[in-house]
């Protein structure tokens, strides 16, 4: 299961909304449609929460959701044999669920991560205010596969070259380094800075999307 060494590598909650943030300001620069956009961020999802969230257009995905007491994040890796909807009736793998702290249990039940009803989950793990590290669900008895920390959350590093491996895959565009470093720092956008990330945008026409992330101009 790869959901232990993804809790083990990720950063503190205020670094892990950083980067969110930073990861959907880029891909807001490089699509201007949300529909098709990656990566995006949500500071207003809900009263005193927000929320960080990924989909790659093929049915995967993962979230992120801040609160006061913390941060629960979940993924969902469609074809991993951890997959809720392998097992009949569809439920979540054992294991997974459970152990969530009672602060989080709302983030955990929120309807938008559900198909049907069903929690879309394959792995969990949260973090609460003051903890020194990251907590993860632990399956009962799993099948030997994947549940999708591995490459689901590849971009989530904080580095400005796997960013723009990523964007050179699936946006089929050469980023200077030194625009997606400005901005995974998050240092205020600038009208050059966007220019450089996609000529066709300007600065003036992210207001919207600024504001929704909450990332500073």
Do not use: C
């Not at 699509?31 to 098709?36: A, G, I, K, L, Y």
């Not at 995006?40 to 609160?67: C, H, I, P, V």
């Amino acid at each position: 299961m790869s959901v232990a060494s993804l809790a083990s590598r990720l950063p503190d909650i205020a670094t892990l909304r950083s980067w969110s943030q930073s990861l959907a300001v880029l891909d807001a620069i490089l699509s201007p449609e949300w529909e098709t956009r990656y990566f995006s961020f949500d500071a207003r999802w809900d009263a005193g929460e927000q929320l960080a969230s990924m989909r790659n257009g093929s049915g995967d995905e993962y979230s992120f959701t801040f609160t006061k007491d913390g941060v629960y994040g979940r993924g969902f890796d469609h074809e991993s044999a951890l997959s809720p909807f392998v097992r009949t009736p569809p439920e979540p793998w054992p294991g997974l669920l459970e152990p969530i702290p009672d602060v989080l249990r709302p983030a955990a039940d929120e309807p938008a991560f559900t198909i049907g009803d069903v929690p879309s989950v394959t792995l969990t793990l949260w973090r609460l205010e003051g903890d020194d590290g990251w907590s993860h669900g632990v399956p009962v008895d799993p099948p030997p596969d994947d549940d999708g920390g591995t490459a689901l959350f590849d971009e989530l590093d904080g580095d400005p070259r796997t960013y723009a491996a990523f964007a050179h895959d699936y946006y089929e565009v050469d980023l200077p380094l030194s625009a997606v470093e400005h901005v995974l720092a998050r240092r205020p956008l600038t009208a050059e800075v966007v220019r450089a990330l996609d000529p066709d945008v300007a600065l003036d026409d992210l207001g919207d999307d600024l504001r929704e992330i909450g990332y500073p101009t």
